[in-house]
Structure formats: C-alpha cells, structure tokens
C-alpha cells in the first residue's frame, strides 16, 4: 500500500515533468493488491483472468497487466488483437484472450502474438482455419469456445456447442484451449437471470465432457458474478473493474482489503472574484447570489469529465468539497471556493479518488452523470496524461512532453510542498 509519505513524493515527481495541469495517476501496488486479494478469496482450483481491455479501463494497459500479474493473475483479457499485440510488445509473456469476435483476417496476427481468441460460430472456426493454411505454425491457435447462453451478444447457440468444438478439435490450425461464457445480469441484486445462464452454460460443458471433448479452461464470472458467486468460479474467473479497485454496481460490494486505483489531480489556474448578479461559463448557467471567488482547472469533458457535471460535481481540496460551478466545457472546469477555504493559484485539488481528500469515488461521479463507472474510467485515459507509480516512484507515463508544448506550472518542487503545506 502506498504510504502518505509516498503519495507526497509520487505527487511531487509528476508535477516536476512539464505538461497539463490536470493528470491521472495510477496506483500500481493497490492494482496488485486488488489482484491478490481476489486470488485469496475465489476458490483455490481457480485461476485469475484480469481483464485489461480499453489500456486497463484507462488505468494504462501494461502496467496494468503487468501489476496484474504480480498479483496472481495467470491470464490476461483483452478486446482486440491490437491491445494483446500492444501488450506482447511490452514483454508480456502470459496467456492472453482476445474476449470478443476476432475478424478471421486477424488470424495470422493473433498467431504470430501468441494470442488466444474467442470462436463464436462454426463459420467463424472455418473461416479462422483457413486463414491460417500455409502458415507453419509451432502449434495450433489457441481458441476458447464462447458459448451464448443467453446474453444474446456473441458465441454460438447451445444447441450447436458441442458440433463446434468437435469442428475444432479436428482442425490443426486451431486447438480448442477453453469454453467460456458472459454473465448479463451478474450485477443486479435482484435478477436470478444470471442462475438461468449458469445452467444452460453448465450443460454445454456436461455435453462436451460426455463426448470428451472438455476443455481445460471453463470459465464464466466477471466481476459481479465472481463477487457474488462462489459457484460460479469455475476454472478461472474473469474479473475487470473490479482489479481496479471499484464496484461493477451499487450493492455489489468488493472483497474487504480492496482499493480505488485510479485518481485525478488538477492544478488551479486561475482565482477569480465574482461580484454578485454575474455568472461563469457557457450560457451563463451559474449566477452569483453574492461576492465570491471561484477557482479554474484546466480539465473538461473531452478529458472524459462528464459535462453532466455541470452545477452538480465537485472536487476536494483537503478535506473540503469544492463545487463545480457552472457548464463544465471541452477543456476547462470552474469551481466555487466556499467562505473560509484558502485556495491559491498552484494549489493541488483531487478531482477523483478514494474521498480522503474530500474528492468524489468513480461510482459517485457516474451516478450524478447517470452513466455507469465503467465509462468514466475509460473516458478519463484518453487524453490526460496518465502517471503509473509503484513503490514510491512514477514507472510508467503516457506524456511525452513534446517540443512546443504548453507548459503551464514551472515550480521547483520545494515550492509545491511550501505551497501545499500552507
């Protein structure tokens, strides 16, 4: 766990490197934490899948996976056969899932990466085969049969499971590696659709392993259902928001000793008076009742902070909350500064994390946003620029600092703590 003397020292070696006033940083010893306590509760035959998709929920996709791992992770799932290539070039060795349909172009790639893909059809198996006739594989593509057993999204019909997977098994271009399937309703407390699902994937597999044709890997739970469920574990669980420290959904609550990963900072730019009667931003959809000050971040939605926010967000600044005040724009954010609170130019503010500095958690900004935690996390990497540190130090960062870019802060890092220390 990352100490407060470590924070302040991670802190203080972002702001040194020149770039945005508004970064995302990325707790790697907490990722791996997440990750080994999820190993020390699912039961003791099953494996963990971290899924790392979309460059680990925006969290930065090898450092992720490579945290991940650390912590007990044996697999790794991905989208794409970009993101497992991205990962292999990162020197990722672990198995690696491509989770979704695989275009049969896409074969050769996949082989050459070592990646694993998901078979949702006999067509694509095919079609998948012949891609790869001419070339000499090592061994064959290792796929995992994706069996619908109700979502209704991607993976062949139950009915036609085990006529699939004999298909591959005889292919030698292809070699059947897992059968798996996707919970849709794992996260409502309230549904026992995801029991329905369970028993139609469990009889696909009885069938397979009647005809023998069972594979080693069987999986199903991704986070909800691997935090509601023991028996659903399987062989492996597939786990994704969850090794990032936040719950797929109100009521489905994390194992204890689990933590945020992801937080934001943000410099104030500016203090401004506001007299009363005048408003800020677009529109003028704040208007002061009365003298006060507001403070400016160079953060806005297309940095992925919901425009939603707009007179309803807020961000914290030692312990207090500042309220977003106004229209939340493309690149900038006001905020008000409540009677009594000190704020200056340069002074840090936490625009997401674990609310220890007053700040708002992930789930709380995607309930005011009326979205789901999942689409803030990866709105947010997209363009800020993002600070993976473990053991007290940035490992891992995504801004180049390009010639002839903005630099906006120049302080020496004396000068921050003076300043923060006030």
């Known amino acids: 766990m990352t100490t407060m003397i470590q924070q302040q020292s991670i802190e203080d ?16 010893d907490r990722l791996e934490g997440n990750v080994a306590t999820i190993v020390q509760h699912i039961s003791p035959s099953a494996q963990v899948m971290a899924v790392v998709k979309a460059g680990g929920y925006g969290h930065g996709g090898a ?16 989208a794409t056969v970009s993101e497992g290539a991205a990962l292999r070039q990162a020197g990722i060795t672990a198995p690696i899932l491509i989770l979704g349909p695989t275009m049969p172009a896409e074969a050769v ?4 990466n070592r990646l694993s893909i998901a078979i949702g059809s006999g067509h694509q198996a095919a079609a998948v085969c012949r891609e790869l006739k001419g070339v000499d594989p090592v061994q064959p593509l290792g796929v995992h049969l994706k069996i619908n057993s109700g979502m209704n999204r991607y993976g062949v019909h139950p009915a036609a499971a085990a006529q699939v997977a004999k298909a591959i098994s005889e292919a030698g271009e292809i070699g059947l590696e897992g059968a798996f399937t996707h919970f849709a309703c794992a996260d409502n407390l309230h549904s026992d659709f995801t029991q329905t699902q369970a028993s139609v994937f469990a009889e696909c597999v009885d069938e397979l392993d009647r005809a023998k044709m069972k594979p080693a890997l069987v999986h199903a739970s991704n986070s909800a259902a691997m935090l509601r469920f023991r028996e659903y574990d399987f062989d492996m669980v597939r786990p994704g928001i969850a090794i990032y420290g936040v719950r797929p959904a109100a009521g489905v609550e994390l194992f204890p000793g689990m933590h945020p990963v992801l937080s934001v900072k943000a410099i104030v730019q500016r203090v401004e008076s506001l007299q009363s009667g005048e408003a800020t931003g677009y529109g003028g959809a704040y208007v002061a009742a009365s003298c006060m000050e507001i403070g400016l971040l160079s953060l806005g939605y297309g940095d992925g902070y919901p425009r939603s926010l707009s007179n309803r967000g807020w961000v914290g600044f030692r312990g207090a909350r500042l309220p977003v005040t106004g229209r939340v724009s493309m690149d900038q954010t006001t905020i008000s ?9 340069g002074d840090l503010v936490s625009v997401v994390g674990d609310g220890s500095a007053g700040e708002p958690a992930i789930d709380e900004i ?19 620029p993002t600070y993976c540190h473990r053991s007290g130090a940035v490992v891992a960062n995504n801004d180049s600092s390009t010639p002839g870019s903005e630099i906006l802060i120049k302080r020496k890092p004396a000068d921050q703590k003076a300043r923060r220390a006030k």
Do not use: F, N, Q, S
């Open 13 to 28: 070696e972002v702001w040194r490197i020149p770039g945005r006033g508004a970064r995302l940083l990325v707790d790697l």
């Open 366 to 384: 995607a309930e005011i946003a009326g979205t789901i935690p999942y689409e803030i996390l990866t709105g947010l990497g997209l363009r800020l």
């Open 337 to 345: 500064i409540p009677d009594g609170t000190r704020v200056e130019v």
């Open 109 to 112: 790639a996949a082989h050459a």
């Open 63 to 78: 450092p992720a996976a490579k945290a991940a791992i650390a912590g007990g992770a044996t697999w790794l799932g991905v």
